[in-house]
């Protein structure tokens, strides 16, 4: 009667065995083959707090480039007349692009026409902004949307300290009963 239940205290103490060692295996794996935790990567900055410039759209400074901004003799950077043509229904309506200084890295405030930008799902604003924040990114910029009315819209910002820049989309929405949030 003692051997039988000695036998069956062995194989437990052996299975419970293989299981530690099967887990501390896993565990050890797991820390030599899992990339760095999301923790450890470079935040992606905040989107800019300056105010959006509406007047250099019409009397333009030399360090700024807009959608009336050409250069004869090369590609204006960043170049975001193809982007413009090819919005939904002329959604796009101008720019100002603001090389890096000291205290901001470089960024495009884009102006839309407010009525098509009501029109569209949030589907269709995200698109808008992940397509023209992928072409300013392209060039090293981060993107900011705005209406006439200076009205924050949606931002797209990128940490270019990394390879490849790891980037992120909020935009403003508007409920039912008028309150806004980010998403």
Not at 8 to 24: A, K, N, V, Y
Request: with cysteine.
């Amino acid at each position: 009667m003692y051997i039988p239940k000695l036998c069956d205290r062995l194989w437990r103490w052996r299975s419970h065995r293989q299981t530690w060692f099967s887990l501390l295996l896993t565990i050890s794996l797991t820390t030599l083959v899992v990339p760095p935790s999301l923790a450890q990567t470079p935040p992606i900055p905040l989107p800019s707090s300056a105010p959006l410039e509406l007047d250099l759209l019409t009397k333009p400074k030399d360090y700024v480039i807009t959608a009336n901004t050409i250069n004869p003799a090369q590609l204006t950077v960043p170049s975001l007349w193809w982007a413009q043509q090819n919005s939904e229904k002329k959604l796009l309506d101008n720019w100002i692009a603001y090389p890096a200084s000291e205290k901001e890295p470089a960024r495009v405030d884009l102006i839309v026409n407010q009525q098509i930008w009501s029109l569209l799902e949030y589907v269709e604003r995200y698109d808008f902004v992940n397509r023209l924040g992928s072409a300013a990114r392209n060039f090293g910029y981060n993107v900011r949307v705005f209406n006439y009315q200076k009205e924050p819209l949606a931002t797209y910002t990128c940490n270019f300290s990394t390879s490849p820049a790891l980037c992120s989309i909020q935009t403003n929405v508007k409920n039912k009963i008028g309150l806004q949030r980010s998403l």
